[in-house]
DNA sequence: ACCTGAACACCGTTCAAGT
DNA sequence: ACCTGAACACCGTTCAAGT
């Protein structure tokens, strides 16, 4: 009788990949990008750091089907047939409340763009935006333009929460030492910075980001 | 007679931050990411590990301040007094090629763009931008649009180069296993996808970078 | 004040050996 | 076919000891 056997019988699912990614999920959402280790998924999958290695080819692998595979759950029911910005929107906020969920995923999805994730956010925004009556030639760069945004706020809504947490701050503590670093530079060479800085504690990270977003539409509409 | 003497006497400078940073800038422009280590710091300045802590709080420290050397530079001969939008373009190509040049600063601007080199870019944006007669409430937005934007391509910039190295590829070879990859997917599921893989090897990265760029700023104007 | 370098507590990955 | 777990070749960081 194998391992498998005797850990199915006692409810226990066998070692498959589909359970590791879950618990690299699991321990990510936990504890950061720092939390997924070799050492830490063998404890909580109860294995060794080979039999991982079995199923899956290397921590890079691991990270990308981990990502992949809260992407999918977010975009998997955006309608097709909604208007175009509607859609492009509705895009664009399923990956910021998947970042905002799973922090770690924004850092990700900047390291492999062209990697399936990746590719299943421009599929949807590059689908809508030739919907918009935009031409072949401009078609390529409407479409990179919003990734490379939507790619932008992922990587700092995540570089921003992974600091906060290893800080242990709260997002409002988070934002008011940035506050008060801005506050001390030279008035002479930031005046701007400084005057800024009083309206970042009250900002909206998600109004700002459908603003930004807006603004490009905007601008491809002004061209189509 | 101390050691640093001594080094000084045959024509070496002695250990000090600026050194170190210097060294450090080196090895990452030579390697990439993962070749800034303290033992190849050691060896590269003939000292051991502790007399680099001496000068440095840690390798965070140490990215941080080889990442802002490069973008001080970059930033440093942007005249204030330039029409808004040029500014603009300016602060953002000099950006382009601070990562064209050293791509890992890609990656670094990203993972804290609260501080000193990220803030410079925001202060040159965030002036210029209010130049543009932008009010007061869209100003943040504004400025955040742009950041997010220049900090995506600089991320996806600093990726692709540095997987590009990794697998020992040209920017032609890279761009074919790309395209390659793409062609593979499933022609219901992946339309766009499958059919902007050919206009892939022909783009210019700066092109459409400024191309994203003036799609942004044309949404600023038409609403200011 | 500044530097040395061994030691510590980790990593990802491999691989002979088991079942 | 799948799993074990020790071993390998690394990391960043610390710290007693030197000058």
Request: hydrophobic share 50%; glycine share 8%; net charge negative.
């Amino acid at each position: 009788m194998t391992r498998n056997t005797r850990r199915t019988q006692r409810g226990e699912a066998s070692l498959s990949r589909e359970r590791i990614i879950e618990a690299s999920i699991a321990l990510l959402d936990e504890g950061g990008a720092t939390a997924l280790t070799f050492r830490a998924l063998s404890e909580r999958l109860a294995t060794g750091a080979g039999a991982i290695y079995w199923h899956v080819a290397s921590k890079d692998d691991l990270l990308n089907a981990a990502c992949d595979d809260v992407v999918a759950r977010g975009l998997a029911d955006i309608a097709r047939a909604a208007a175009p910005q509607d859609a492009i929107r509705a895009i664009a906020l399923a990956m910021f409340d998947a970042i905002d969920a799973h922090p770690w995923v924004g850092t990700e999805l900047g390291r492999a763009s062209w990697k399936l994730p990746m590719v299943r956010v421009m599929e949807g925004i590059g689908f809508h935006t030739s919907r918009l009556g935009v031409n072949d030639a401009a078609l390529w760069q409407a479409t990179s333009a919003l990734l490379n945004y939507i790619l932008g706020v992922a990587g700092q809504n995540a570089a921003n929460r992974q600091l906060a947490q290893a800080l242990k701050l709260e997002r409002a503590g988070f934002l008011d030492e940035v506050a008060t670093m801005w506050s001390g530079l030279d008035a002479a060479d930031y005046p701007f910075t400084r005057a800024i800085g009083a309206q970042l504690r009250a900002h909206d990270d998600r109004a700002d980001y459908l603003a930004g977003l807006d603004l490009i539409l905007r601008g491809i509409a002004s061209e189509a």
